[in-house]
């Protein structure tokens, strides 16, 4: 399997370039409009071609390039089942397998920062997070029917159920992060690390956190795939 995270500085993404290695079929995952031109040279340089572009969900704070990159590919959009958005090629929900060659990708529903998210398990041993869980955080829940309580019991009953050793691969860093594990994650996140369901929910509620600066812009151009 060829893996590689790429990062949008301004936005402070990480994209996930994952394809096999034997039939160069690839994947993006959380693609940045911005992006698409280096996007496309790593695909070229490698040689690779590229089938899907996936959504780990709507972003509020950048605009997907799922939309340029099928235009300028032919590659298909994906996103997960129940998102508003109406211009996927298909949805995926939990427990679904995507297949590449000799790379499988299992879907796990991760609701909360979303009502829609999706996380994505690599192999059994990557898991692409998404704003579900990120580094020593989590994404927020304050709006896009966010709830904290259903982002609390999708992490703590699905992906901390996993085995400890899985790389957890978020979809943001502000901190310069780049990847940890899940049994990283239960000892030391301190969202969750000893933490109850009723705890989190409160800390959570009061965040107080500022309106990403570009979701008037990101929202309604993400439920196209990214169309501007
Ligand atoms: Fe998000």
Redesign the pocket.
Known sequence: MLFRQLFDQESSTYTYLIADSETKVAILVDPVIEQVERDLQVLRELGLTLQYCLE??I???HITGTDRLRGLTGCLGVVPENAAASCADFALGDGQRLRLGNVEIQVIATPG??NS?LAYLVNGTHLLT??ALLIRGC??TDF?SGDPGVLYDAVTQKLFTLPEDTLVYP??DYQGQTVSTIGEEKRWNPRFAGRDRYEFIELMNHLNLPKPKRMLEALPANQQCGKV
Do not use: I, L, S
């Open positions: 780990t969900h972003h509020a704070d920062h979303t998210h998404g704003d994404g927020r896009q979809g943001h």
